[in-house]
């Protein structure tokens, strides 16, 4: 059976919501990093046996969150010894604006991913572009190298919009697949 991780901090409770819908897509766990950047030895451990890491992260002020930031600094232990080596790696965020510059954050996980010598999954959705589109479709917000989600400043966790949820499981469902067939190699 293949083991997804995916390894997040939510300020304010709107990405732990496409964090789960991450996990349900992948059948995977969830390791959350708690209000002051950290992570126990056991969710370390999940990391370390996990065929794939899913990174996500608030976009604030065009980057992951600081606590996200300490996790990704203290990471620096497993990549001494390429630990993570050959892991599939997928990455995901939120931000109040359309753009909030949440490539910014992916970018961010991407190259974390390739300093662990990952290997990158995107989402492999359409972007829904066209005049027919609605807010709720999968992949409106457009973005091919990770999930995205946009939550108004002013909504609740309870108020995440549904397509974004649903390109998050979708895109869990790819990583889990995609670390599948890595595996079976």
Do not use: C
């Not at 890491?53 to 001494?80: E, N, R």
Request: hydrophobic share 40%.
């Amino acid at each position: 059976m293949t083991k997804v991780a995916v390894i997040f901090h939510s300020g304010y409770g709107h990405t732990v919501k496409q964090a789960e819908a991450v996990a349900k897509g992948a059948n995977g766990t969830l390791v959350a990093i708690d209000a002051e950047g950290n992570i126990t030895d056991a969710q370390w451990e999940a990391l370390n046996v996990a065929d794939a890491i899913v990174f996500g992260s608030p976009t604030y002020m065009g980057t992951v969150s600081w606590q996200f930031k300490k996790f990704a600094d203290a990471s620096s232990k497993p990549w001494f010894t390429q630990q993570w080596k050959d892991k599939v790696f997928g990455g995901f965020t939120n931000s109040a604006t359309m753009n909030g510059d949440k490539h910014s954050t992916l970018h961010y996980f991407f190259t974390l991913a390739m300093q662990h010598s990952g290997i990158w999954v995107g989402t492999g959705l359409m972007p829904s572009n066209t005049k027919a589109a609605r807010r709720d479709d999968v992949n409106y917000v457009g973005s091919s190298a990770g999930a995205m989600m946009q939550t108004p400043s002013d909504a609740s966790a309870d108020e995440v919009n549904i397509g974004d949820l649903e390109t998050a499981r979708l895109y869990g469902e790819r990583i889990a697949k995609i670390a599948s067939e890595f595996k079976s190699k």
